[in-house]
């Protein structure tokens, strides 16, 4: 929801925003509410080296 107000429309009877612009020479200074929000890091994956494996034929001679 945006910081300016809601005013019903002329004969639909739906509410829209406010227009912000003026006629005047006024300055017209608004403060919105602070917002809030969560920021999680995303996954990293990490890959560790896994064990060599490796064969070496034995030959038995009896």
Do not use: K
Not at 35 to 44: G, K, N
Request: proline content about 16%; glycine content about 6%; charged content about 10%.
């Amino acid at each position: 929801m945006s910081c300016y107000d809601l005013y019903p429309s002329s004969g639909c009877g739906v509410l829209r925003p406010q227009p912000l612009a003026d006629s005047g020479n006024e300055p017209c200074v608004r403060q919105c509410p602070d917002s809030t929000t969560v920021i999680q890091p995303p996954a990293v994956v990490v890959t560790f080296p896994g064990p060599i494996l490796s064969s070496f034929p034995q030959d038995s001679v009896v």
